[in-house]
């Protein structure tokens, strides 16, 4: 089994940063891949970007060039790194491990971006 700990949520001012952390604990050589997701009221999880075993990611187009999502093996920590936040970038913010077809899930951590 894997365990999930993300950090780094809070509350920015639109154009502002903030650096989001998931550490994975247990089985992590079982993992395939990791990434994020984004949570809003209302509306369905969106797969904002993911990090593949190869190092290979991808980023939907709403977060391309403003998110960066990077891993520390050594520290079994993936990071998504948040540039020129916006408004509509609010939510809760899910990490996420893939190992087979199955999804491990954090607990969630709000961001919160102010016009």
């Known amino acids: 089994q894997v365990q999930l700990v993300e950090s780094g949520g809070g509350l920015v001012q639109a154009g502002g940063s903030l650096r989001l952390s998931c550490a994975a604990s247990g089985s992590i050589a079982s993992i395939n891949d990791m990434g994020w997701y984004r949570q809003v009221p209302g509306k369905q999880r969106e797969l904002l970007a993911r990090?593949?075993?190869?190092?290979?990611?991808n980023y939907t187009t709403s977060v391309k060039g403003r998110f960066t999502i990077s891993s520390d093996n050594a520290k079994n920590t993936v990071y998504l790194q948040m540039n020129g936040l916006k408004p509509e970038d609010t939510g809760v913010y899910y990490c996420f491990a893939l190992i087979r077809l199955s999804y491990t899930w954090g607990q969630g951590t709000q961001v919160t971006v102010s016009s």
């Open positions: 990090i593949f075993r190869s190092g290979g990611t």
